[in-house]
């Protein structure tokens, strides 16, 4: 079987006309940046990358060594790649204002450098999430020029730091999965238009918050649980690795339902999960494997977002389950 690279499918893409050479070189910059953070975290112990930071970010949460270590990295590979007009992570408040780039890039790149951070030290699946928007002319080096609905996405993508490391990127034409060959050191082509099943027997949510959940999941984890004895006449199984790119991940592979709903405990928080580098790339990915992507009420594609940081309900996966708790979202009304 002769292997195919990250780099030779970007050029098939800018060669079809799918995508752009900057969106190209754009995003073999953040594979390149991706590689280094899978080698940092392949360390562990061994490097100096394990443990707290000492220091927060703008969503309160105590950063770990790897937080900041990554969404470095990020940076430095993408600040002087000439292909970006700004950069928004999920470890700074404001966006990064690139230094002295004039003409400025077309593209926007926002990430959330580390996700499932709870879950470094204890040597289980973490990733990296990003999404790139154009950005709106004029607006380069504003907040106001993220603030764009996830259907305008030109490209998103996630890497899986795992058993092996892999890449999932959708340009927008399809979803396509890349596994790194640490010997090479390159991304190969390992999948091709990935389908998430459109139906399912196993979901995913924290089920430690039960109690604070408002009616509509109540009802529909009620009836998932109930299995062949209740209205849906079959058993379900559970997963929950407090990664969301790695139960992103599994739904992809063999499908299932992803929850984290908004809850009782904050009730001016609409949810856990940021919507512009968590729920938007990982949607944008959801629905090109055709998945489905809500936050209960409406696609969570078509939310015009309002801050940076804002925050969102998760409904994704398998497209029959993710109708289904919609429906008791929007009958619930
Ligand atoms: O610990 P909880 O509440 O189950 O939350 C798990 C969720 O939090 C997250 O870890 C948040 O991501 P970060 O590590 O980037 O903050 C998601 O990946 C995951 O789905
Ligand atoms: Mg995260
Ligand atoms: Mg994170």
């Known amino acids: ?32 940046a991706c ?32 937080d900041v270590i990554s969404n470095e990295i990020l940076l430095e590979a993408n600040e002087w790649g000439g292909h970006l007009a700004g950069m928004a992570s999920e470890e700074m408040e404001h966006p990064y ?37 154009r950005c709106p002319d004029g607006m380069a080096g504003t907040e106001e020029a993220f603030l764009q ?17 892999q890449l999932i990127l959708t340009t927008g034409n399809g979803v396509f999965g890349f596994t790194l060959d640490r010997e090479q050191g390159s991304f190969v082509l390992t999948q091709e238009n990935i389908q998430i099943p459109t139906t399912t027997k196993e979901f995913a949510i924290n089920m430690s918050n039960q109690r604070h959940w408002q009616a509509p999941v109540q009802r529909y984890i009620g009836e998932l649980l109930a ?22 991940h599994r739904i992809l592979n063999r499908g299932g339902i ?17 919507l512009m580098y968590e729920a938007n790339p990982m949607s944008f990915i959801v629905e090109q494997a055709g998945g489905a ?13 309002e801050k940076l940081h804002q925050r969102v309900a998760v409904f994704l996966g398998s497209k029959e389950e ?3 708790v919609t429906q008791y979202h929007q009958t619930d009304l």
Do not use: C
């Open 1 to 32: 079987m002769s292997r195919i690279s990250l780099s030779r499918h970007l050029i098939t893409q800018q060669h079809a006309g799918t995508i752009s050479a900057d969106l190209r070189l754009l995003i073999e910059v953040v594979a390149r």
């Open 35 to 66: 590689k280094a953070i899978s080698h940092a975290v392949s360390k562990g112990a061994l490097g100096d990358i394990m443990g707290e930071a000492g220091t927060g970010n703008i969503q309160g949460e105590a950063q770990k060594k790897l």
């Open 97 to 133: 204002q690139i230094p002295g780039q004039y003409p400025r890039g077309a593209y926007l790149l926002l990430f959330d450098p580390l996700d499932g951070s709870s879950n470094i030290d204890v040597n289980v699946s973490i990733g990296t999430i990003f999404s790139v928007l």
């Open 149 to 165: 609905p996830g259907t305008q996405q030109v490209a998103a993508g996630y890497t899986v730091y795992g058993p092996q490391t």
């Open 227 to 248: 299995g062949k004895t209740g209205v849906r006449g079959k058993d379900y199984n559970m997963r929950w690795i407090a990664s969301m790119v790695a139960d992103v």
């Open 258 to 274: 992803f929850m984290y709903p908004r809850d009782n405990r904050e009730a001016d928080k609409p949810g856990k999960l940021r």
């Open 293 to 305: 992507a809500t936050n209960g009420y409406q696609r969570i594609l078509e939310i015009q977002p």
């Open 322 to 324: 993710v109708a289904q």
